[in-house]
């Protein structure tokens, strides 16, 4: 964990001292701040995957504080959790609303504190992978296969379903050339009966859209797809 720095942000020296050092004992590189003021320029300097907030702090509050970095597209990915000592539901509610990922209720128990901390942080973790397991890149060209979109460069490309599925296909597996019957068996599927033109016709209206370099002919076998 010693690759993740988490950034901590309370008014209170003696539970700053404390969840420091149980973050730091399991492996977290740790940065504090003491008021709101202080942690917003810290987590601009400092970057910090995880930004733990209290709630109610002089100056400038927690909720203050997640707002404004909310505001910044840079903090768009960061984790920001809240410490509140107070129960009212209100109070958890307005954390959540102004983009807050959790909140953490005082007093703190050191294992459940660092427990709801790696549990956070592996949530974004599997997050972060799903995401990026749905977006393929391939020099200037992308398949977002969760939103079933293709840009090159900042440019969308619009694609047929079937077109999109025959893509998202040969470029599953760059360099590597697939046969025409796997194309309709993993495409169209073994039960739909199509043309023996079908997949030409799709691979020219794919070539009409994303250009003729992308798709290779491997005559008498199939395609692949080259970038």
């Known amino acids: 964990?010693?690759?993740?720095?988490i950034l901590v942000v309370d008014d209170e020296p003696d539970i700053l001292e404390f969840l420091k050092y149980n973050l730091e004992k399991e492996g977290f590189?740790?940065?504090?701040?003491?008021?709101?003021?202080?942690?917003?320029?810290?987590?601009?300097?400092?970057?910090p995957q995880l930004i733990i907030l209290d709630i109610m702090m002089p100056r400038m509050d927690g909720v203050e504080v997640c707002r404004a970095l909310r505001n910044n597209k840079e903090f768009d990915q960061t984790l920001i959790a809240?410490?509140?000592?107070?129960?009212?539901?209100?109070?958890?509610?307005?954390?959540?609303?102004?983009?807050?990922?959790?909140?953490?209720?005082?007093?703190i128990r050191p294992r459940v504190f660092t427990s709801r901390v790696k549990?956070?942080?592996?949530?974004s973790r599997r997050s972060g992978e799903e995401e990026a397991e749905a977006i393929t890149r391939l020099g200037d060209l992308v398949i977002d296969s969760?939103?079933?979109l293709v840009y090159i460069g900042d440019q969308q490309i619009e694609l047929a379903k079937k077109e999109f599925?025959?893509?998202?296909?040969?470029?599953?597996?760059?360099?590597?050339?697939?046969?025409?019957?796997?194309?309709f068996r993993k495409v169209w599927g073994t039960d739909v009966i199509v043309g023996n033109r079908t997949i030409d016709v799709h691979i020219r209206k794919l070539r009409e859209k994303i250009?003729?370099?992308?798709?290779?002919?491997?005559?008498?076998?199939?395609?692949?797809?080259?970038f």
Do not use: C, W
């Not at 964990?1 to 720095?5: A, I």
């Not at 504090?32 to 300097?45: P, V």
């Not at 360099?175 to 796997?182: A, L, P, Q, W």
């Open 1 to 5: 964990m010693d690759d993740v720095k």
């Open 82 to 107: 809240f410490l509140t000592a107070r129960e009212e539901d209100f109070s958890q509610i307005a954390a959540l609303d102004v983009g807050g990922d959790d909140y953490i209720t005082k007093p």
């Open 29 to 47: 590189a740790v940065v504090t701040a003491s008021n709101g003021e202080e942690g917003l320029a810290l987590a601009e300097k400092e970057k």
């Open 119 to 123: 549990a956070l942080l592996r949530r």
């Open 211 to 226: 250009g003729d370099h992308y798709i290779r002919t491997i005559k008498g076998i199939g395609y692949k797809f080259e």
């Open 146 to 148: 969760e939103k079933v």
């Open 165 to 183: 599925e025959l893509l998202s296909l040969l470029a599953s597996k760059p360099g590597k050339v697939f046969t025409r019957e796997e194309i």
